[in-house]
């Protein structure tokens, strides 16, 4: 039969194929016959819950996800008033932030600083990690109007991804190609107490041609402007700057794609030109210029030989510069270039109704380029005198997908040989079965975090570092609308990357040295109704096994991590007071945390506590105001005025970074779509 109705759970994945996997972008019409195949409203209808492919290449329902995942959907992140991916992401059991070098915020997962290659963040499909260090930068990064929906998978995902996903991935799916004609404009304005907060005005469209079946194109554009904070940062030599007017984080956002029937063409360029106060560690005279910048294009398409195997073959180009400061005169002076070309195919056979195979290479072609003079500034040659250099990465992987009465089991394994460090190989075994109102899953994965081009560059025999977990979770079905989750985790990593500084000889260098853990567990409840939805979330991460990295320790607090803390409480909800108004408040309570300031001349580094935090937010939306399609939304950010920072999650030297100052935004949003009279 085929991916037929009769193995709806292996094969669910073809009627709503591109819902977030790394292998596809968007959802365009089967080719099969129709009969064959139960729509995807049928199958929402059936259980009305998300359904993913972030942890696995077969779509399933959320709760059979061979994952621990979390999904956010566009109405939430409307609702909920968020502001950006951070106050997604703050939402989300494990993760939390950390600052690190130019005054850039990034990712710490289950107590562990994720920022260097550790968290994969992918848009459509699009690995957005920049190139150099593996690094993001959050902030004001990315439109969340044209966010339809994400995807958080607390886990490796190294199978299916490579060595970006060792801790976790965030998977983004935007408005792209999938959807109906329409058009969508969004202003929003946001109001410091003694500045601009942030500001920003979208417009995105979609077109599908009636006269061309098959045939659709969208385009979205995004400028903004924003700071990260008004209040005062102070370093660890007593020195301080505002940060008023000089942590600027100003997004360009760029989409366009064209799609006809299974073949897709897209495009992404994303620029952020920010501003620090802080670079290393110390106040600086004048704030210093950083900025960010890539271009992300993919080509893709589906065949299908039987109706029981399709192959989907993918091309991606990327360019990039990260941590750039042109100006040649800077002592911060950075200019490097990176570009990736990128080709994969993938295979599934669904060779029983029960039985799923997916198979498939990756091969990426990888080049850093100085587009400066080397030896000023921060600018040095690759290798130490190379102005040019080129790896290629060659990558097979494979899953068996297997539903049956006894337990479903999802087996997969990933084999990459590197040009630079040579062969990495991590398996991944997962057990899920169902009793009832009970859900339960068992997993195991190895994962691996590849170096970066700076990181091989500045690398002593730098090799890819390695991390085991073990997670267990069950979620009980509480009756209609409610249910409960809990899971409980074991992380490892042995040999992990670790950067290091000689003030003797002023090198610096990236080595693997010792191991680092974690354990915890992570709670979450959700209720929803007619009248609205409430969740509520507990987190709780502790060093676990040997930790014995000392630039990850915290002097005299064996149990604590740097920077990051070891409870985390989140309330959310979102009521409806009438039809077409509605009230979400947020609330995140944020445990006791360690800074720590870089050794003295006697070795003794300063230990600087931030006391638990409450963040409350509050956001009122009022749709089809006046007409259909108009929204208007207020809210206001830090309500109480909390003197909120992120501490650095090693042991560099930076002090907390003041974020999340108290904001009063408004937005209004118009999303035309056209009737059948209109077209």
């Given amino acids: 039969m085929g991916f037929t109705r009769h193995g709806r759970r292996v094969c669910v994945w073809f009627a709503l194929l591109g819902a977030g996997t790394g292998f596809a972008q968007t959802a365009p019409e089967p080719t099969l016959d129709p009969g064959e195949m139960p729509s995807a409203q049928e199958q929402l209808d059936e259980e009305p819950e998300v359904h993913s492919q972030v942890a696995s290449f077969a779509i399933t329902k959320l709760h059979d996800s061979p994952a621990v995942v979390t999904a956010i959907t566009a109405d939430e992140i409307r609702a909920s008033g968020a502001r950006d991916l951070m106050d997604v992401l703050l939402q989300v059991p494990g993760f939390f932030f950390g600052v690190d070098v130019s005054g850039t915020v990034g990712p710490g997962f289950r107590g562990l600083w994720g920022q260097e290659g550790k968290v994969l963040l992918i848009i459509d499909g699009k690995e957005m990690n920049e190139q150099l260090y593996s690094t993001m930068q959050l902030g004001h990064e990315f439109p969340v109007e044209l966010i339809e929906r994400i995807e958080v998978v607390r886990g490796p995902g190294s199978v299916i991804y490579g060595g ?354 974690s354990r915890g567990i992570e709670l979450d409840y959700r209720l929803r109704g007619s009248w609205g939805r409430a969740q509520a979330g507990y987190s709780f991460y502790r060093p676990g096994g040997r930790n014995d990295v000392e630039d990850y320790l915290v002097p005299g607090q064996p149990k604590a991590f740097t920077g990051l803390p070891t409870h985390k409480v989140t309330l959310t909800g979102t009521a409806k007071v009438l039809p077409w108004l509605s009230v979400s408040p947020t609330a995140v309570l944020v445990g006791q945390r360690f800074a720590v300031g870089a050794p003295d001349e006697e070795g003794v580094s300063e230990v600087q506590t931030l006391s638990p935090r409450l963040l409350l937010n509050l956001f009122v939306r009022a749709e089809n105001v006046g007409t259909k399609g108009l929204e208007i939304g207020a809210g206001v950010y830090n309500l109480l005025g909390s003197d909120f920072r992120v501490a650095q999650p090693y042991n560099g030297g930076h002090a907390p970074l003041p974020v999340f100052s108290r904001e009063f935004m408004v937005k209004l949003t118009y999303l035309f779509e056209p009737s059948y009279d209109d077209e």
């Fill in 164 to 517: 970006n996903a060792e801790l976790a991935v965030i998977n983004v799916i935007t408005r792209g190609i999938q959807g109906s004609t329409d058009a969508l404009v969004v202003g929003t304005y946001g109001q410091l107490a003694h500045g601009l907060g942030r500001r920003s005005l979208t417009v995105s469209g979609r077109k599908v041609f009636e006269s061309a079946p098959g045939l659709s194109a969208f385009a979205s554009a995004s400028l903004g402007q924003g700071q990260r904070s008004g209040a005062v940062f102070d370093d660890f030599y007593g020195d301080s700057a505002s940060m008023n007017g000089a942590s600027a984080m100003d997004p360009t956002v760029v989409q366009a794609g064209v799609g006809y029937r299974d073949l897709q063409l897209s495009i992404l360029y994303q620029r952020q030109d920010t501003t620090s106060v802080v670079s290393v560690d110390e106040v600086l005279p004048t704030p210093a210029n950083t900025d960010f910048e890539s271009f992300h294009a993919e080509l893709s398409d589906r065949f299908r030989p039987t109706d029981r195997i399709e192959i989907i073959p993918r091309l991606n180009l990327t360019l990039g510069e990260s941590y750039r400061d042109s100006d040649e005169s800077s002592d911060f002076f950075y200019d490097k270039r990176y570009r990736r070309l990128r080709g994969r195919a993938l295979a599934r056979w669904a060779a029983f109704d029960f039985l799923q195979l997916t198979g498939g290479v990756d091969l990426a072609f990888d080049q850093g380029q100085l587009r400066g003079p080397a030896g000023i500034g921060q600018q040095e040659p690759f290798n130490g005198d190379e102005d040019e250099v080129s790896y290629r990465n060659v990558a097979a992987f494979m899953e068996v997908y297997s539903d049956n009465p006894i337990a479903t089991v999802v087996a997969g394994a990933r084999f990459e040989d590197h040009s630079a460090f040579g062969s990495s190989f991590v398996p991944r075994l997962v057990l899920l079965k169902s009793f009832g109102p009970v859900s339960g899953k068992a997993l195991y994965s190895r994962a691996f975090r590849a170096p970066g081009i700076e990181n091989i560059s500045l690398g002593d025999d730098v090799r890819p570092e390695r991390t085991t977990v073990y997670e267990l979770e069950a979620t009980v079905r509480l009756g209609e609308g409610q249910s409960f989750s809990a899971n409980a985790f074991d992380v490892g990593v042995t040999d992990p990357i670790i950067y290091s500084y000689d003030p003797v000889t002023a090198s610096e260098a990236y080595r693997n040295l010792g191991r680092l853990g």
